[in-house]
């Protein structure tokens, strides 16, 4: 009878604790804050890596971009520039002076003024630390502080120096003060910006939250979020629960299923917006038989397209005119190749290879599984022609060391990889993928021509003084690229993410892909 | 000996790292570093020197505590070991704890009825517990509980609504155990939600295992003489099952649940990564991902010390048996 009264008493017990716990279960994913208190990220990677804003190139970005401001931002679709932290520019006709004048009312995050010196501080620091995308300040030759709200940068070229002060990366003001205790005082997870969100605390790796600067000079008329949290959910599968159950309100990178399965969806959106991201292939033109233009430019009438763009990616991504995606200043009107596997057969035939007969091993990232697709496809219509292809999945820096191989023998004879711009002009393609390297780096065609380098180099050098022309050069230098089909241009990206429905003036700046400007959005 | 084993996981991890094609310093240096800021950091991380010296170079420092930087959080490992190994600790310990309070009743009751419906029972959710695998388990979980039931949360360590309240508690790193003792019980609540549906996951695993273990051992006990002298005594079958027969049935089980937290460590990799747990199974996944081989190299030492503090805690309980002569 004891034992059972002790059964009684625990069974209770057992009960009560389960309902305390188990209590607030019911509604689990229902957001109780108000309308635009609280935005939720459920982000495919982790927020941030590298807390130095001087280093920081790579994930956090997204974040970073929202901590910290540049002098302008880069409006692609008017081709003009936004005033952030500097109000106006003008440069010499040489184009080798630039001077800014600066906001007057602003301050960084911990209440350090921002002026000339601290601007000039930043940008010596971010050129000099020579990590992450310093490589950016490359033109630069000096930097003065003409008063305390203006700067002058004189340059070694006439580079565009207003893309490059509009970067995403490497291009952020900091607060002197701040910035003076070093990489390892950021590391520990502390920022140093001017923007509209602070850091209010952090799990490496896994969350952050910002919350809003108070002080911030854009100020907070309007409807703005309070408070951002972009959390890592690496799980495909749980960022699409997330967003379905209203639990995020923003996530990123979900699988193309996904984006057909949720499309119709009455909660949520699937935001499309044209990118700056695009994929392109390589030949290893180092070796036979891809060194021969012919057979490149038969390998490249036998890729499918459309199909790639129809089957792999669903829609989502568009069919490209060459290196620059459209939209962009210097891409081409229209692409050189169409599939046509007569025309393949016929170039092969008047190279020496009617009947295919070699072998072809293309690389792939594992675990993209569009570029797994795309390689399958491009086998089939290969293995037409008599090609003999192997497909070979493989993580990223293995793909990279096998293409680095200092024997050309040894490396792929196709691969593809993505690429989008740090400083928003076509050189950020033609000078690393497709300029004469001494070593391997990002030419992973190996493609070496003097005479398209000397063309690459004079637009870099117009394009701070004369757009249009650098433009005509680009275009040429692109026009040069596909004649020789150095490379298949696979897809121009598109940015995706899956919304709230309720999540208004949601967009991303094709110039800073990757990077969300939280300020902008708000809900309703 | 454990000095050989922990010095011969050293050196073979250390050579796979290094065998792996891989630039470490392309990725320290960023993913588009110019070739003269890879070269420097090549120097900065040691890697220009030679192999030998190299492993002699990270011999001494790992004396020191120091397992190098992580390539992919930039992080001492050390540090990022600190952060997130009482999470997974946490979360293993509370799987282990279920997988005895379900697992040994259930082996008991399954030797009481053997081969009745309720031991067939017992013994099909025991072979299915060990057979399905953990991250099928935990996305059909995520999928019921989650998108069906909107009942309990989908993955993390607490909710968005508990971090925004900013006053997590973080004394020993183990959230439950935190939370109770500063008298949090609001954050006590959240985090033991959102531990149920990893815990069940990692649990099922050690639960069969522990039940076929619990159930082998009481029906050899059960047969045994002292038992049926006891029987013939007059004392309770639950006396007898739930003292004397369970008391010598527990060394082998013992031994099982210890061995099986390694195995349940192990686990914690898929497990983790689904359930965005921000534990020492996600680190490593991202980290062999990313072949940021410092910390693949860290959180292997930290398994291997684990698994030779287990072996000993399990050669400890045996040797507590007066029945086992070591």
Redesign the interface.
């Known amino acids: 009878m004891l034992l059972g009264k002790k059964r009684i008493a625990l069974l209770l017990a057992f009960v009560l604790v389960l309902s ?10 229902s957001q ?2 108000a309308k635009n208190d ?1 935005l ?1 990220m459920g982000s495919y990677t ?1 927020p941030v ?3 130095d804003p001087s ?1 920081c ?2 994930v956090e970005s997204l974040v970073m971009n929202n901590f910290y401001e540049t002098l302008l931002r880069y409006e692609p679709s008017t081709d003009s520039f936004t005033p952030i932290l500097a109000t106006d520019y003008t440069k010499s006709e040489d184009g080798l002076t630039w001077t800014f004048n600066l906001r007057h009312d602003v301050k960084f995050h911990d209440g350090t003024v921002m002026d000339a010196a601290a601007v000039k501080y930043s940008l010596d620091r971010n050129k000099d630390m ?6 950016i300040w490359a033109p630069v030759n000096e930097i003065k502080v003409v008063d305390e709200d203006t700067i002058d940068i004189t340059l070694k070229y006439p580079a565009a120096l207003d893309l490059i002060a509009a970067c995403g990366y490497s291009a952020f003001i900091m607060s002197p003060t701040l910035a003076e205790q070093g990489t390892d005082w950021f ?1 520990l997870g502390n920022e140093a910006g001017t923007g509209p969100y602070k850091l ?2 952090q ?5 952050l ?1 910002m919350t809003q600067n108070e002080e911030y000079w854009g100020g907070w008329d309007g409807k703005h979020f309070k ?1 951002v ?1 972009v ?5 495909n ?2 960022r699409r ?2 967003v ?2 209203g ?1 995020a309100d923003i996530v990123n990178s979900l699988q193309v299923e996904d984006l057909i399965a949720l499309k119709d969806n009455p909660n949520v959106t699937v935001y499309t917006s044209s990118s700056y991201a695009n994929t392109i292939g390589f030949f290893n033109t180092k070796v036979k038989p891809f060194d021969n233009k012919l057979v490149r430019q038969a390998l490249a009438y036998a890729f499918p397209y459309d199909d790639v763009i129809k089957y792999v990616a669903q829609g989502y991504a568009t069919r490209p005119t060459g290196v620059i995606p459209q939209g962009m200043w210097g891409a081409l009107d229209k692409p050189l190749y169409e599939y046509d596997l007569e025309k393949a057969k016929a170039l092969l035939t008047e190279a020496g290879y009617p009947d295919g007969g070699f072998d072809m091993l293309i690389t792939y990232i594992s675990g993209v599984e569009d570029r797994k697709k795309t390689a399958e496809l491009y086998k089939s219509e290969l293995e037409k022609l008599g090609v003999k292809v192997e497909l070979r999945g493989m ?1 990223w ?2 793909m ?3 293409a680095k191989s200092p024997n050309p023998e040894d490396r792929q004879d196709y691969l593809s990889i993505a690429w989008w711009p ?1 400083v928003v002009t076509p050189a950020s393609w033609f000078q ?1 993928l497709y300029h004469s390297e001494k ?1 391997v ?2 030419n992973l065609g190996y493609y070496s021509n003097p005479k398209l380098d000397t063309i690459i180099e004079e637009a870099d050098k117009a394009s701070g003084i004369d757009r249009a022309k650098a433009t005509e050069l680009y275009k040429e230098a692109g026009t040069i690229v596909a004649d020789e089909a150095v490379s298949i241009f696979v897809t121009d990206g598109k940015s995706i993410y899956t919304i709230n429905k309720s999540l208004k003036n949601f967009s991303e700046n094709p110039a800073y892909p990757y990077i969300l400007f939280f300020y902008d959005f708000y809900k309703e | 000996m454990s000095l050989i084993v922990l010095m011969g996981v050293v050196f073979i991890t250390f050579v796979i790292t290094r065998v ?4 470490p310093a ?2 320290w ?9 890879v070269a ?1 950091a090549r120097i900065e991380l040691g890697l220009d020197k030679p192999y030998p010296e190299q492993f002699a170079n990270y011999v001494t420092n790992l004396v020191q505590g120091n397992l190098g930087y992580s390539l ?4 001492p490992v050390m540090n ?1 070991l600190k ?1 997130f190994i009482p999470a997974t600790v946490e979360l293993v310990l509370m799987a282990t704890l279920l997988a005895l309070v379900i697992g040994i009743p259930l082996g008991i009751y399954s030797a009481k009825h053997k081969n009745r419906i309720f031991d067939h029972v017992s013994r099909f959710f025991s072979i299915g517990a060990v057979s399905l695998p953990g991250f099928w388990i935990a ?1 059909a979980l ?2 019921v509980f ?2 069906y039931l ?7 360590r607490v909710s ?2 508990t ?2 309240m ?1 006053n997590i508690p973080n004394i020993t790193g183990f959230l439950l155990f935190d939370s109770l003792i500063t008298g949090n ?1 609001v954050i006590f ?2 985090a ?2 959102h531990m149920i549906l990893p815990m069940i996951t990692i649990a099922l695993y050690p639960i069969g295992l522990v039940a076929r273990m619990t159930r082998s051992a009481m029906l050899e006990i059960l047969g045994e003489d002292y038992i049926t002298a006891e029987r013939s005594y007059g004392l309770s079958e639950r006396l007898i099952l739930w003292v004397y027969a369970l008391k010598n049935s527990l060394g082998p089980t013992s031994t099982v649940v210890t061995l099986s937290i390694g195995y349940t460590l192990m686990s914690t990799f898929l497990v983790e ?2 359930f ?1 747990w ?1 534990g020492i199974g ?2 490593v996944s ?1 980290s062999i ?1 990313a ?1 940021d081989y410092p910390a693949i190299m860290g959180v292997t030492i930290f398994s291997a010390l684990c698994y030779m503090a287990l072996n000993l805690i399990a050669d400890l309980i045996i040797s507590l048996d007066p029945r086992v002569r070591l």
Not at chain 1, 231 to 235: A, D, F, L, Q, R
């Open positions: 305390t716990v188990l209590g607030g279960c019911a509604g689990n994913s109780s804050s609280l939720f982790a890596i590298d807390w280093i190139y790579s020579n990590k992450g995308a310093s490589f590391q209010e605390s799990v490496p790796g896994d969350q939250i408070k949290v959390k890592n959910v690496g799980e599968a749980s629960q997330m379905e159950n639990e993580p820096d293995q990279w060391e096998l740090d690393s070593d780096f990002f | 792996v094609p891989s630039d392309a990725k240096a960023g993913a588009r570093a110019t070739p003269q800021q420097a992919r959080t930039r992080n990022d952060v996305l995520q999928l989650y998108s909107d009942f309990l949360p989908l993955g993390g968005i609504e971090s925004l900013g019980l609540q959240d033991f939600r990564s689904i965005n921000p996600k680190y991202n991902i072949l």
